[in-house]
């Protein structure tokens, strides 16, 4: 029994031991770290830490940053202008188209050399005076000039028997003078004696070089130390403004334009609204070209006209012309007269055309001068009309 209860006593002493090792080891295991505590942004950061075993700072300069006072607000961009244009001083219109006599003559040399060709044969009979009506007839002089001036020139070679070249040459520089026409005013009106500035609209249709001749008229007028302001009223055709623009701008003359496809009536008042409070000389006013079968078109031009004419009346209303497009451009003179009152006539691209008769055939269907004639592509390629220079380059020396 003693046995018994020693083995009891035995087992209950190692099982208490064997719990004391589990509850102790238990015991020894660490417990996870509590989570770090969300830092303090208010609080002023710690001063740094140097421990024993931290590297001694080294002796070096400090290094200081020098404090600039900036401007308010971002730093500006420097943005670099575009530079002006250059502006050109023209050339003086006094004499220009003496100075472009050589290029006339050589386009209208078919003209004068035929007449006097024809004239200098022995016999001048029906048949040579009938060739005479033919070259006349092609340099677009019309029905009626060309039958006056071949009865003048048979009377009168048949009357003084004028047979020399230099002799011909004489006479038929009179009879051409006369039908030109050497009393007429061909002064580009630009100085009203009662206000500032002269208004000047220039009209015609699309392919004339209305535009271009627009931007040469501002240059001639500088040439002469005039003041000048253009008004871009041709807003139906993309970039006409523009050009307008560039032309202004290569002698220093303003330019009024508005949105494109606007009311050209408003643009041209505004033109010489502005002329008036810039004081200028005078305003240029470039019109749309419009087809003369346009009649809505027509109209509108007519609008034009009387808007401006709240400021003051028009000094000039310059019709241009092709001269290449001979009786047609008769035909387009005819029904711009019916709209505005056409007071001179611009003749453009007579430099590449043996057709100078026009200029008569122009004259007699409407009454009014030939004012301008354009000689080129040239900036200055456009000059006053003188009938004595042009006569002398239709039938050279």
């Not at 003359?253 to 010489?272: I, K, L």
């Not at 269907?365 to 900036?379: D, M, W």
């Amino acid at each position: 029994m003693e046995t018994v209860i020693l083995a009891v006593v035995i087992a209950v002493v190692v099982l208490g031991a064997l719990g004391g090792l589990v509850i102790g080891s238990r015991r020894k295991k660490p417990l996870p770290p509590p989570p770090p505590a969300a830092p303090d942004i208010t609080a002023p950061p710690a001063e740094p830490h140097v421990g024993d075993e931290a590297e001694t700072p080294r002796d070096e300069p400090r290094r200081t940053i020098e404090e600039v006072d900036l401007p308010d607000g971002p730093a500006p961009v420097a943005v670099e202008e575009p530079p002006a244009p250059e502006i050109e001083i023209p050339e003086p219109t006094a004499g220009r188209l003496v100075r472009l006599r050589a290029r006339l003559s050589r386009s209208q040399n078919a003209l004068g050399k035929g007449l006097l060709t024809l004239l200098s044969r022995e016999h001048l009979d029906e048949d040579t005076w009938e060739e005479v009506e033919d070259i006349l007839l092609t340099a677009d002089v019309g029905v009626q000039p060309t039958t006056e001036l071949v009865e003048r020139l048979r009377e009168r070679v048949k009357v003084l028997g004028t047979r020399t070249p230099e002799e011909l040459r004489g006479l038929l520089r009179e009879e051409l003078l006369t039908l030109v026409g050497t009393d007429a005013d061909r002064v580009v009106k630009t100085e009203p004696a009662d206000r500032k500035p002269g208004i000047v609209m220039v009209v015609g249709v699309n392919g004339t070089g209305k535009t271009t001749t627009t931007g040469k008229l501002a240059r001639v007028l500088v040439a002469d130390g005039r003041t000048v302001v253009l008004g871009a009223a041709d807003t139906f055709r993309a970039a006409a403004a523009d050009q307008l623009q560039t032309w202004g701008e290569r002698v220093g003359a303003y330019t009024v334009r508005g949105p494109e496809g606007g009311d050209p009536a408003s643009v041209a008042f505004d033109a010489v609204k502005e002329g008036k409070e810039m004081g200028v000389d005078v305003v240029l006013i470039d019109t749309a070209g419009r087809l003369h079968t346009k009649t809505g078109l027509m109209d509108e031009l007519g609008k034009v006209k009387r808007v401006v004419e709240k400021h003051a009346p028009l000094d000039e209303v310059l019709l241009v012309l092709d001269a290449t497009t001979g009786q047609n451009g008769l035909v387009q003179a005819r029904v711009f007269a019916e709209v505005v009152d056409i007071s001179g006539i611009v003749l453009t691209k007579l430099d590449g055309t043996a057709k100078g008769g026009i200029v008569i055939a122009v004259q007699r269907e409407l009454g009014v001068p030939v004012k301008l004639i354009g000689l080129g592509e040239g900036a200055d390629d456009l000059a006053p009309f003188e009938p004595e220079a042009f006569v002398d380059a239709l039938i050279g020396d």
